[in-house]
């Protein structure tokens, strides 16, 4: 059933009412989401918050998102529109309906990314739609889990389906149910995915329509016009704030001697964005490739994080944002292009060229200055799978973003161990008992963030080992965006961050060592044969350790600028090294009482400083 084109339309709510209702239709759109996180049955859900649940309006805008990532609500809006234009042709869409969709060339990033969207009605009047995803734990890809670095064309990276009708007027196609499931390595894990979304889905149907019999149909439907209105004429007041101006960002993927570059050009004209990938590399022949609808998706999240960070996060966002990709490169792939490890490839670097332009927008205005902050680019990934300690078969995802350290603020330094994103980490003892794993640490890295007059974040390292495997073994797949150069870069004149690395040491000493009960601290003491992964599968045998550093945060400003004292405090904590401190910031502190050396302290920056004149001269 299509939207009562001849329902009234009115935008004359009163204030409070408008605040009343607009933040009611927040919490249920977060009810949405806590309900597939405590129905939810696998790690992705319960653990790593990797889902989305959002509202949409009954023509596919988006209306309310909860605390869902930005990203994932800009492709459910597409997911939406999708779903209306392929099911007007058949038997309509019905009250109690649930849609399934995971086809990355119509509106998902990548097959793991399962949507499910469903109609609410009221008095038999389609109102509205509530959309959800959750990255399930196996697609039946050529990699368990769904991430395939062999793959070359998407017909490798499992089970994609374009839409199809999951729940009829409100009965389970048990039949339609059964074949996706079965198609994939947990079928256990994967029901209970769409199992809690369908749940989440049932609850957003029944506050919505709670909703609309407690106020009425013409008084929320004119709420929630004017909702998206408000954002839009917010963001649109912002950008005209702003001197108009262009500014360009580029990012290299590297990996097994290839390379793949995003060129953006930000061009901002009045109260509009227009983002143009243009000079884009070719689209790739692994699956680092990002759907359309997902690039414009990162530019809608970049947004949201910058100019609009406190606005109702709605389609009025969408409104003044233009994303122009050529078709056939890798940030618009055509089919059959491979795209399984894009939301952490393409996608996290079509993020940070979208951020970064945008910081340069920033830069150029007083008022907006100071709400910059660096961005960080993105990271190595890591999924394991196997034989666990009790002969089953499992897959799991490394994917500890937030243990990643966020970039510098203008006025801050960065955050550790917090990326600042919606998703969280699955604890150690949670992946030790449920995988054959032993972790030898986890745990604040040195030394690795930007320095700045406000560092970057720190992010973790961690190192772990097969343990109880019954084979001895369990496969690896490396993912991420790969290369040297993937941390987080600094702004005006803060370093950049240490790269995201995974590392794989073959034939240590680890046995003996814990033998003699001598656990090592550093990856030094293993000794063994040091292999920096690409994308690629691999395996973890016996003795065999995995290292594995997070993102770390660039620096903002000058690191002679830093406050010494703030510097010692790094120092102290363990964060930054003595040598760090004296070489890089240029502070000098007593070894012995750890405190600053304020004369020698002075008396080496100003050699610093003038040697920077000497070289720039």
């Known amino acids: 059933m299509q939207p009562n084109a001849n329902a009234p339309d009115r935008r004359d709510v009163d204030p409070v009412t408008f605040e009343i209702l607009s933040h009611r239709l927040h919490r249920i759109a977060k009810e949405m989401g806590s309900t597939i996180e405590r129905v939810g049955g696998t790690v992705n859900t319960t653990q790593l918050h990797d889902y989305m649940a959002s509202l949409y309006r009954a023509d596919g805008e988006i209306l309310a998102t909860g605390e869902s990532q930005p990203w994932h609500v800009a492709c459910g809006g597409f997911t939406v529109k999708s779903i209306i234009e392929r099911f007007s042709q058949y038997d309509g869409v019905n009250e109690g309906d649930a849609f399934f969709l995971n086809d990355p060339y119509v509106s998902a990033i990548h097959q793991s990314d399962v949507y499910v969207v469903s109609p609410i009605h009221f008095e038999g009047e389609l109102v509205g739609w509530s959309a959800s995803f959750v990255h399930v734990m196996d697609i039946g890809a050529l990699s368990p889990g769904g991430n395939s670095p062999d793959a070359t064309e998407i017909c490798q990276e499992g089970v994609r389906v374009p839409g199809i009708k999951l729940v009829d007027r409100g009965t389970l196609r048990k039949d339609v149910f059964d074949t996706l499931i079965n198609m994939t390595r947990r079928p256990d894990m994967v029901a209970l995915d769409i199992n809690c979304q369908l749940a989440g889905h049932n609850v957003a149907r029944s506050r919505m329509q709670e909703l609309y019999a407690a106020y009425g149909r013409d008084l929320v439907d004119s709420v929630t016009a004017q909702m998206i209105d408000h954002s839009e004429a917010g963001l649109r007041r912002r950008l005209e704030e702003i001197p108009d101006g262009e500014w360009r960002e580029s990012a290299t993927i590297e990996s097994k001697g290839k390379t793949w570059t995003v060129r953006l050009r930000l061009r901002k004209t009045g109260d509009e964005l227009v983002f143009d990938f243009d000079g884009t590399d070719p689209q790739a022949s692994t699956g680092v490739n990002l759907p359309y609808h997902a690039t414009f998706g990162a530019c809608f999240e970049g947004v949201v994080e910058t100019v609009g960070y406190d606005l109702p996060r709605n389609h009025g966002l969408f409104r003044p944002i233009k994303t122009l990709v050529p078709e056939g490169t890798l940030m618009n792939p055509t089919y059959p292009a491979p795209v399984s490890m894009s939301t952490t490839s393409g996608g996290a670097t079509a993020k940070f060229v979208v951020i970064s332009v945008l910081n340069a927008m920033l830069a150029g205005s007083e008022k907006w200055r100071s709400e910059i902050m660096v961005r960080l680019w993105g990271g190595r990934r890591l999924r394991t799978s196997g034989l666990n300690q009790y002969g089953t078969f499992y897959s799991t995802s490394l994917a500890m973003s937030p243990l990643s350290g966020s970039g510098a603020r203008a006025t801050k330094d960065g955050v550790e161990t917090s990326k600042l994103d919606f998703m969280t980490c ?186 920077h004149l000497e070289g720039a001269s």
């Open 426 to 611: 699955a604890n150690v003892e949670w992946l030790e008992m449920n995988c054959p794993m032993l972790f030898l640490f986890r745990r604040h890295a040195k030394d690795r963030q930007g320095a700045g007059r406000y560092r970057g974040g720190t992010g973790a390292e961690m190192a772990f080992t097969v343990h109880k495997a019954p084979n001895g073994e369990i496969d690896g797949v490396a993912y991420g965006v790969a290369g040297l150069t993937n941390g987080g870069k600094g702004l005006f004149g803060g370093y950049p961050a240490a790269p995201s690395v995974l590392e794989l040491y073959q034939g240590t000493t680890l046995s003996s060592r814990i033998a003699d009960n001598a656990v090592p601290g550093r990856m030094e003491e293993l000794g063994g044969t040091r292999t920096v992964l690409p994308y690629t599968n691999f395996k973890i045998g016996a003795d065999d350790v995995l290292y594995y550093t997070l993102g770390m945060g660039g620096g903002y400003g000058s690191p002679l600028d830093r406050d010494p004292e703030a510097v010692r405090v790094d120092v102290e904590k363990e964060l930054v090294s003595l040598e760090t401190a004296r070489e890089v910031y240029g502070v000098v502190l007593d070894r012995g009482a750890l405190a600053v050396d304020v004369p020698e302290t002075e008396k080496l920056r100003r050699s610093r400083r003038e040697k």
